[in-house]
């Protein structure tokens, strides 16, 4: 049967939409994309921040702060808070959205206001107008320094082929040259990880200097503090504390996030809304599921397809064999398996870094593992419901794993009627013999 759109369907989406946002007053304070003006906690490593930043007040800062720390740690909310309450210029930029080092330069023009270039361009003249477009900017504010916060930093760096360290190495040539001109800048990177795991080369290494401040994660109380003041301006009604509690603990499982704990309250309030309900742990229950499933389809839907087979042979063998824990090559064999004939296979090494990108998305889990004489090999495991992550991957070719499953399980009952079956035949044949011997 069709489905199609028409004004009655409309109109059901627009109630049904009305009915989720019901118990909301204001929504925007739920929203992990904006950025908050009370910040709760953090003092310490706002602080280390702006003692780095003024600094050029006294005429000396540091090229490069690295911030580091566990997500949902508030990281870029206190980058970009304290950046726009100083007096200083800054540019925020997201790499997560460039592929490449050029992306990565083509994201902090066009955030400038420049359009973007093409490769063909290069880097050194991508710099050049860099350049111009920063003492463009301080010359027109009347500022001493500008500020390039990178967020995620890590991207830049699964570009090898684009030489991310070099990249570094021509803004921090950069940051020296506006020195000379009696203008400041500073470079502010964002990621889970510390400096020192990134492939710098040691020419960089000794001009950025070791500015870094870490972010703990929150505690189970600190998560509940944030949500607490959020909940108060963002629901129409009191939501009962033990239910912040339950979103705050189920937020800090792990490590304490506050993007989870946000997004945990702001999906149980419309599925609370959409049921007509006051909002209750049944709704941050189901708001755990849809959430988490949500997440698999959008790691999913935006990897590449080799990935989405990686993540198929790691579920159909989890799946088929009720078993945790498979090696790279077995992975491998699932993969070459799955892969549609008419397509190009991936290498051992590439598929091997396929499967670190899916612990890096939090998909599955790996552990190293000694194999003798055969040296040190790569476990990995799945964290999700194969299912969930099969079905997201292949949803035509899933069934066909559970069909295999089905008969993989009646064989093996066949398999065990049959032992018995003989073995009780076996046994009354005995019993025959010993009657006619006399026992
Ligand atoms: N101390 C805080 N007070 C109020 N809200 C906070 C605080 N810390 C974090 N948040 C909120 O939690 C959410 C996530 O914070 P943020 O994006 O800054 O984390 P992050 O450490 O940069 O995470 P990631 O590493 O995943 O990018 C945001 O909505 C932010 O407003």
Redesign the pocket.
Known sequence: MEHYVDKKALEKIVGDVRAQNSIFSDKSFL??LS??N?????ESESKKLVKFLLSYEKGLVVPLVSIY??????????VQFVCQNLDVDFCYVNLRKAKTVFGCINLILSELGHENLKNAQGMNYAFGIFEKLILQKLEKSDNSIFVLCL??FDTLFYDKRGKPSDFVYKIVVLVEKLRTLKRHMCIVT?S?KVLSEFNLDDRVVSRIGTSEIY?DS?SQS?VLK?IR?RAKKSFLKKIDDDVLQYCADISSEEHGD??RA?DLLRTSGEIAGTENEKISKKHVDKAVSQLQKNQITTIISGGSYHFRLACAALSRLTYINDEGWHSTSDLFKQYQKIISPDTRQISYRRFSEMLVELVNSGIAVSKTESKGRHGYGSQFKLSVDPELIGNSCFPDWWPSVVESKKKKEAAAQASKRLKLLSSGRRSSSLGNLYRTLGF
């Open positions: 929203d992990n950025v908050t009370s910040i709760i906690g953090r720390g566990r997500s949902g740690s508030g990281k870029s909310t206190i967020d995620e964002i889970n972010f929150y600190d944030i003041n506050a993007r946000i």
